[in-house]
């Protein structure tokens, strides 16, 4: 594992966007109707939370238990729709189907068929699928208002710039707001909002301890939203997290509920290439990957009860400790 804190996130995924578009031509899609320019006021989203699950209305088969199987669901008929006494020179004269038992247009509209909607099975539950991710994070909010200070850095080097002292600023205050803006996935907000964080964890000190309460709900949300992009970087930044004092792994223990349940459904969300060579490792996107590393450093800073808590939440997962 290499080393948490020299790892810069912010700036390789400023990297791995510039090579995307303009070395591999890869198109992105178009931002947010709802997001304008880095100078313009978002438009409030309506009806859309981050991390909500669609119901689907489809048809879906259901369990027969006495078969053990699924089975699609069926209308029942009615008693009009069987044949009676004395329809038999109806169906010689074509005014009535055989089949059905239903009349042609001069009487009852034949019935129609039940639709085979796939092969019968278990309904998908869509573990993997995105869920909602509107641009209304807080970070985004106070960026546009002008109310951070923090500008991109014109330079060659990746960074950004503070137009105040970082060490004079509000980390109570401040870095719960960069955690909301963990989650963007549009320029300058998700690398202002990543470096921010960055920067802040870096320099936060014993600052960082009293703020652990305020960050499970953004870092929650972001995992909520199910897209591996957005994952892997919240992965990264936790693991920063945990690094960047003391006793702030032993911190995170009691939140392990919130934070867990979504490491679970990835856990082994691994990239299989066979015998191929995967050349991509540096820009640390294998979800599955990701996830193994982020435990095993909760287990090595959360202290004695950081395992058993992780076993609860985790099953399949195992010690790295070497007892």
Known sequence: MSDVKA????????????????IKGMAFGKPS??????????????????????????????????????VWPVEKRTTGQFLRK?????????????????????GLVPMASPKIHGPIGPPTAHAFS??????????????????LPVAVMSSSRNTIVWKVDIDALDSP?????????????????????????????RTGGVKILPTIPQLIIPIKTA????????????????????????????????????ILPILN????????IGDGIDYAQRKRVNVGAMIEETLSLFERHG????????????PTYESCVNL
Do not use: W
């Open 223 to 258: 995992l909520n939203t199910r897209d591996p992009s957005v994952i892997c970087v919240t992965l990264q930044l936790l693991q920063k997290l945990v690094v960047s004092g003391e006793a702030i792994g032993e911190a995170l223990v009691p939140y392990y509920r919130q």
């Open 265 to 272: 459904v990835f856990k082994n969300k691994n990239l299989n």
């Open 7 to 22: 790892v810069d996130v912010g700036g390789a995924l400023f990297v791995d966007r510039y090579c995307d578009v303009k």
């Open 303 to 314: 202290g004695e009860d950081a395992f058993i808590n992780i076993k609860y939440m985790v």
């Open 86 to 106: 004395g329809d038999g020179g109806a169906i010689k004269r074509g005014d009535l189907s055989a089949t059905r038992g239903q009349r042609n247009f001069g």
């Open 130 to 147: 995105k869920r909602d991710n509107p641009p209304d994070t807080t970070f985004r909010k106070f960026y546009e208002r002008g109310d």
């Open 33 to 70: 109707v709802q997001s304008g320019s880095c100078f313009d006021q978002t438009r409030p989203s309506h009806g859309k939370r981050p991390g909500a699950h669609h119901v689907s209305h489809e048809p879906v088969p259901k369990y027969f238990a006495k078969a053990q199987t699924h």
């Open 173 to 201: 205050h401040s870095l719960p707001i960069f955690f909301d803006g963990i989650r963007e996935k549009e320029e300058p907000f998700r690398f202002l909002a990543v470096k921010g964080v960055e920067d802040l964890l």
